[in-house]
């Protein structure tokens, strides 16, 4: 890879070696290159006006690379910087963006990264804004744990949004941690200053659901006794953050598209539009374009939604993060009054092993239960061994797939519900909510396998034709006849 010619490259990071290989790769590529171990050396190089680009890496001994970034864009707005760190946090790719960094690269680093990388700054210089950057924050805790390539992947597309009001869609599992992300993209972008609001759309009744984003006018329906604040206008200025979003009726999908569409929105009975000032991050666990071929979710509304797509990975292909996950859970229930605890080597090498259906919920869970339980000062494998193999058989040998028999994977779902809820329950109506949802595929396949014979399908499943009927309609489930979708 050949980079363009007569530029030149001010190199800063304490480690020789990594100093040389970059300086020998650089060069070979075609442009001259600076090198030193010194921020202070850094930094004189730029008030000289020397460089066409920075590479920096972010902890030096007289000085950090992060903390001369505001300083550079000020003196020099069109000097492209890559920041290089090993800390690998989602802080520190926050860190980077809010300082105005060009880029962020992880370490290790892949050679032919840096060097594309070096070749975009270069090529494009004087490209990103010059704007002043605002001073980094750096004492808040950690929203997100892991140091993972997987994790780094997702750090540097946050990074990316704090700065913007970008639709976001996240897509994981339960328990993987979409609504911290979600906080965080808040708590560290411009509407900070605003409300965080969420909403869990698999919780909430189905005729209720419009009421409670948009609100509702007084005498709107039965018992409607006041005006109520939806969650849309509780979140005016902020975010509003829509959970489990493929479980949204489709009227309310509808209503939420108009939203989108024209910036504004109506209670439920109003008739005024109210100006929608709000950022809009949603999650699911779900494939929404497997909804979108169902008819049960709106491919308009879907592209709505997943502007900018962020997949947040599961805990068994981040496995190298459980010591620091399980680490950060310890210190966290020391500071909610539990027994101060450290765990042996022997133990994180065990967690490691596992496949984690729950994901980091139940890890976290683990840890709680572990730090409560276990009497000595030190939690060792096994102590570990043991919890782990009280664990139900569904959660220790289910795999992603949810188990051999529809029973036992209802019951990992249902434990992976009230897990989300810690040690608070889940809003009330859970029979009526899990019922439907084993209801609606089971009558949706019925169907499928009669080619959209109604007759027979109600012969097959047991029920009254007109009580198919009925449910068919309650349940919005589309009806093609002569084409078995199975």
């Avoid at 040998?397 to 028999?405: F, I």
Wanted: hydrophobic letters at 40%.
């Amino acid at each position: 890879m050949t980079l363009p010619s007569l530029g030149t490259v001010l190199l800063a990071d304490d480690d020789r070696a990594i100093r040389t290989v970059l300086t020998q790769a650089i060069t070979r590529a075609g442009c001259r290159v600076r090198a030193t171990g010194s921020a202070n050396t850094l930094w004189r190089w730029v008030e000289d006006g020397e460089g066409d680009l920075i590479v920096t890496d972010v902890v030096m001994p007289d000085g950090d690379g992060l903390d001369l970034l505001p300083a550079i864009k000020r003196k020099r707005p069109d000097l492209p910087v890559i920041v290089m760190s090993a800390q690998n946090t989602v802080m520190t790719a926050i860190r980077a963006a809010e300082a105005g960094a060009y880029e962020y690269l992880p370490k290790p680093f892949d050679l032919k990264e840096v060097l594309a990388h070096i070749r975009k700054a270069l090529s494009a210089k004087g490209a990103r804004g010059a704007g002043e950057a605002a001073e980094p924050a750096r004492d808040e805790a950690m929203p997100l744990i892991g140091r993972s390539p997987a994790m780094q992947d997702v750090y540097r597309i946050m990074a990316r949004l704090m700065n913007t009001d970008l639709t976001v869609m996240i897509n994981g599992e339960s328990g993987t941690g979409k609504e911290l992300v979600a906080r965080a993209l808040h708590n560290f972008g411009r509407r900070k200053t605003g409300p965080f609001v969420a909403i869990n759309m698999a919780a909430i009744p189905r005729d209720l659901v419009e009421s409670e984003l948009f609100g509702h006018e007084r005498g709107a329906f039965t018992g409607a006794t006041e005006r109520m604040k939806g969650k849309f206008e509780q979140a005016q200025g902020g975010t509003l953050f829509l959970d489990e979003i493929g479980d949204m009726p489709p009227e309310a999908q509808t209503r939420l598209l108009r939203v989108l569409q024209d910036g504004e929105f109506t209670t439920v009975g109003g008739r005024t539009p109210i100006k929608a000032d709000l950022r809009i991050v949603a999650a699911t666990h779900q494939d929404l374009r497997e909804l979108i071929a169902e008819g049960r979710f709106r491919e308009d509304l879907f592209y709505r939604l997943n502007v900018v797509p962020i997949r947040l990975p599961p805990l068994r292909e981040r496995v190298e993060d459980v010591p620091d996950l399980a680490r950060a859970f310890l210190r966290r229930a020391e500071a909610e009054g539990l027994p101060r605890k450290s765990i042996s080597q022997a133990a994180l090498d065990l967690l490691r092993g596992q496949s984690w259906p729950g994901n980091v919920r139940e890890l976290e869970n683990l840890m709680r239960r572990l730090a409560a339980l276990c009497a000595d000062d030190m939690i060792d494998a096994a102590m570990v061994e043991q919890e782990l193999a009280a664990r139900p058989s569904s959660a220790s040998e289910v795999g992603p797939e949810g188990g051999d028999t529809l029973s036992s994977a209802v019951e990992v779902h249902l434990r992976r519900y009230f897990a989300l809820h810690g040690d608070q329950l889940p809003p009330p109506g859970l029979y009526d909510r899990v019922l439907r949802e084993v209801e609606l595929p089971l009558i949706a396949l019925t169907l499928s396998a009669t080619r959209g014979n109604q007759l027979k399908a109600a012969d097959l499943l047991g029920l009254n034709r007109n009580t198919l009927r009925k449910r068919i309609r309650e349940l919005d489930i589309p009806v093609t006849r002569g084409k078995k979708l199975m």
